[in-house]
T-cell receptor, first 113, second 116 residues
Framework: EPEVTQTPSHQVTQMGQEVILRCVPI?????FYWYRQILGQKVEFLVSFYNNEISEKSEIFDDQFSVERPDGSNFTLKIRSTKLEDSAMYFCASRVRTAYEQYFGPGTRLTVT | AQKVTQAQTEISVVEKEDVTLDCVYETRDTTYYLFWYKQPPSGELVFLIRRNSFDEQNEISGRYSWNFQKSTSSFNFTITASQVVDSAVYFC?????????????FGTGTRLTVIP
């Protein structure tokens, strides 16, 4: 069964460093998303991406964040200068055009020290 | 604005008991979608069900059932004869036209512990 994959599973970085989180959505999906979950809290929307551009972004998704689909399979989230409060689990999700359920990857745990 | 309320923060039941997880939502839209996701201890988010606002039929899938009531803006989830493997955090989520790409707006989750 096709699934969303994410790498790495865990990333530790120092404050101020740039990180890139990678995702491979399900191959026939057209909408891509990033969400984050701070430990013990709810899942929060960051950004959605369709047709090679951002569809929507939340207030969390400030200028420090960017997304890219560099080729036909990868979907990346970049944080330019990480802060302590960026420590969270980051989930990638994708869906087809005609159905609204999103399928999530296993997540990348980002720890900023 | 959208809002999803899961008032039950934590629930513990003994194995084989039935348990209902509550979800109350708010939206200005007439067309919207409701979801339940399971987050087991391993951390991934597993899609369980989607419900469209125009389809109020309740659904049963094995030990799982969902009760959607527009009149009370609720979308409750019942697990019958609970098992230890049901132990997880369960999230209710909403998607409507206020979110252009139909991103999901999650509740705070209910942690279910099934005691053997």
């Amino acid at each position: 069964e096709p699934e969303v994959t994410q790498t790495p599973s865990h990333q530790v970085t120092q404050m101020g460093q740039e990180v890139i989180l990678r995702c491979v959505p399900i191959s026939n999906h057209l909408y891509f998303y990033w969400y984050r979950q701070i430990l013990g809290q709810k899942v929060e929307f960051l950004v959605s991406f369709y047709n090679n551009e951002i569809s929507e972004k939340s207030e969390i998704f400030d200028d420090q964040f960017s997304v890219e689909r560099p080729d036909g399979s990868n979907f990346t989230l970049k944080i330019r200068s990480t802060k302590l409060e960026d420590s969270a689990m980051y989930f990638c999700a994708s869906r087809v055009r005609t159905a609204y359920e999103q399928y999530f990857g296993p997540g990348t745990r980002l720890t900023v020290t | 604005a959208q809002k999803v309320t899961q008032a039950q923060t934590e629930i513990s039941v003994v194995e084989k008991e039935d348990v209902t997880l509550d979800c109350v939502y708010e939206t200005r839209d007439t067309t919207y979608y409701l979801f339940w996701y399971k987050q087991p201890p391993s951390g991934e988010l597993v899609f369980l069900i989607r419900r469209n606002s125009f389809d109020e039929q309740n659904e049963i899938s094995g030990r799982y059932s969902w009760n959607f009531q527009k009149s009370t803006s609720s979308f409750n989830f019942t697990i019958t004869a609970s098992q230890v493997v049901d132990s997880a955090v369960y999230f209710c989520a909403l998607s409507d036209s206020q979110t252009g790409a139909n991103n999901l707006f999650f509740g705070t989750g209910t942690r279910l512990t099934v005691i053997p």
